[in-house]
Structures are given as C-alpha cells and as structure tokens.
C-alpha cells in the first residue's frame, strides 16, 4: 500500500480500471450536492442519489468481477452491466418510504460481492484484508479532508461572515462531506485497491490490529458469555431479552476473524484457527432459546428478523471452523441475502407484518371477537395470554403503517387501521385509546401492558416479562 497520493496517479489508476464507477462517483456527489442547495430541510436522503450510489456500488463489483474472471479488456463492459443492475433494482424497489433502507442493503450486497471478487487465490485472508485496508485508508484520508474544510469554512465564517446566513455555511460544509466521502474516498480506493494479478500482502498493519487488540477482546467476551450462561444453569432460569445482543456480536466477531487470520499473526491466532468455533457453540445454543421465547411470546419484529438472518449467516464460518475449512462461501451466501432482503415482498417488515396480522387474527378468533364479515368486535373476555397478543400486536401494526404507510391497501392491517380509526373520527385519540375503544378492553389492560412493555431485567420460566420491542 505504499502508493503515492498524487492526483496523476489516482486519476490514471481510477481511469484504467475504474472508469465508470469513477464517473458514477462525480454524477452522485453532483446529484446530491444539488439536492443539498435546492431544500431547507432534508429529512432524508433523496431518491436519485440513491439510485446513482447504488449504481456506483454494483459497478465497482462488476469491475472487480471482470479481474476475478481474467478479463481486463471487459472491465467497462462489466461495469456498465453492474451499474445498470444497481440502478434497476433502486427503481424497481424504491416506490415505498423504505428506500434508504432498500438502498443500504443494496450496497451491503455490492459490497460483499466486491470483497469475495478480491479475497481469491491461494492466501484469500491476506488479499481480503489488504482490501480491508486500503478501505480504512481512504476512509481516514477522506475524513481527515473534509475537517480540514469544515476548520477552514468554520475560520472563514467566524472572522469574516458571521453575519451571513447560516444555512449558506451549513450547505457548504454538506458539500464538502459530500465531495469528501462520495468522490475522494471511492477515487482514493479505485487508486489504492491491488491490482488482480498483484502478490498477497503476508503480514498488513490491519491483520496485525486484529491479531494482537481485536482477538483478546473478542475472548474476553467469549469468557463473559460463558460466565452468563454458567450463572443461566446454576439458577435454572431463562432471562429474556439480554444475551443476544452480545452473542451476535460475539458471531460477528468470529467471523471477520475467521475471514482475516490465517494463524500466523501469533500463538493466540494459530489458537483461534484450531479451536475457536467450539467455545460458541453454547453461546449459539443459549442465544436460540431465549430468542425462540421470545418470538413466541412477542412474535417477530424487524430487529429479530435481522439478527436471526445473521446468526443463520454467520453459522457457516463458525462449522468451518469446527472442520477447519475456510468458509469460502461466506461472502457470496452474504450478498445473495442482502439483495434477497431488499425486496418488499420479502422484506423483514413485510414478515414482521405478515407474522403480527396472523397472531392478531388468531388470538381474535379464539376470544370469539371476530363476526361474520371478519371485523372485530368486543367480544367474551379473552384469556390474559390472548389479551396481550391483541394489545401488543395491534399497537405494532398499527405504528408500521404510522411510520411507513406503504402497506397493502387489501391486507389486514389497513382493514385493522380502518377500523381503529372509525373509532375516532377526528383522528385525535391515541393508538391506546383506538384499540381500547374498538376491542372493548379497560384501562387497566393497557396499563398492565405497558408494565411489561417497560419491565427490564425480569427473570421467568413461565411467563414472559421483557419489552417486546428489542431483540
């Protein structure tokens, strides 16, 4: 990595192998700097420099695609296609209020698909965090550029203009992010990434970073978590909605390490690469009770979704190096589910309101509160497990289509929202009030609900008290 940073050097490197990503970089820093100047307020991102910034993610890949392959000479055409694909599937899925987050996993999938372009060959570890590197770098030169701006438009505001308006400076110094991490920094790494036929760095500074801070940490967790459950066993109780924050990380962890060391780093390395899988596979058993408890009780949620996506994910690394294998595949399995994510259909909060309307309806029907026609009506008193099934998941489907209002105008949710809201013609009341007025149920519900929605640190082997909203 010790290339110069001369702009003839970056220009010409981006130029032969990046020409059309680097191009796409311009368009989007433009695009977005006109957005920028052109609104007051930006709640969020717009819709076109999304659509360029994911054509500028899968055209990277398909650049890097073209070298994996050994075909140079293809490299704009391949880019092309890539830029093409990322800028069709941003317009095929971006007709909903969750297009930021249909445009992260896109490039989440780029993204990994670019890495397992570049971690190929005989020493995939070293070549994967060179890659990972050269990222960091043009990160850090990239951040280092635009507080240098921000001190001198900061300087030049204060000694000169501090009667202008701020908004003025407030655009300046948003453009000068942009220019800073949509055009410098992907510049800087079309310049910094190896070339394809380039020997593999054998000992870089990150592997270095991971080998002697990152692995210590991650077994001191491991050794916190294996506490955790010796406390679970002793006490024969199941606590809820704690440990499986921490053992996704610990998974994370496991995995990047598995993906990056190759055991040569250090004695604690070769240790990893030997035996490391095996200490998880507790902490895995543990993570799936309590999140099993949880669902059952709760149902699903986006942020449940998403974490039992990754653990599924992150389980191949681990078995591989249970049979001390590399885990390959990993990268790709990765990318082909974030692109699978992305779409509506499938998305976490299409089976988070798929999983609510089922347990709603069901526990509806066998508290008889369900007529003829399928509204619901105040009915025979519910058991308390059906009743707080029908507070939690009216109240969740009822802030989905709050917050987002992007679901399915033949779906039981909008029938459910219709109903809330005749209950309150000026659409004044809260959605507690809504929901008590359209079940029949008393105050007292409501509150013994938000008791448990608030309740942390409960313990329980019968009964679940947590807040269902976490993961």
Partial sequence: ?????????????????????????????????????????????????????????????????????????????????GAAFGVLMMLCFSGTKTAGTVCGLLALSAALFSCACISRGERRAERLGHALGCVLTSAGISTLVFLLLTLLISAVRTLFLNSAAWRTFDRITGSGAVLSYLFIAPLLLFALLPEADASAEKQGWLRKLLAWAVLPAYLVLLAILAGYIALILLRWEMPVGQMNPYALTALCFYTALHLLLTGEENAIARFFRRWGAWPLLPVIAAQAVGVAIRVSAYGLTESRIYGLMLTAVCLYPVVAGMLRRRANGFLVISAALALVLAVPAVSPRTLTRLNHEARLYAALERADMLDANGSIRPGAPASGNDRSIIWSSARLLYVLYDDHGDTPADSKTADLIRQLNATDPEGKSSVTDKIRALVGFDQADSENRYRHFTARGAYSTDRIIGPPMDS
């Fill in 1 to 81: 990595m010790a290339k110069g940073f001369s702009m003839q050097k970056i220009a010409a490197q981006a130029g032969r192998r990046f020409a059309v990503p680097g191009i796409l970089a311009g368009v989007t820093a433009l695009a977005m700097i006109r957005d920028i100047w052109s609104y007051d307020y930006m709640t969020e991102m717009p819709l076109l420099p999304m659509i360029l910034f994911c054509g500028l993610c899968f055209s990277t890949a398909g650049a890097l695609l073209a070298e994996a392959l050994d075909k140079p000479r293809a490299r704009p055409l391949f880019s092309a296609a």
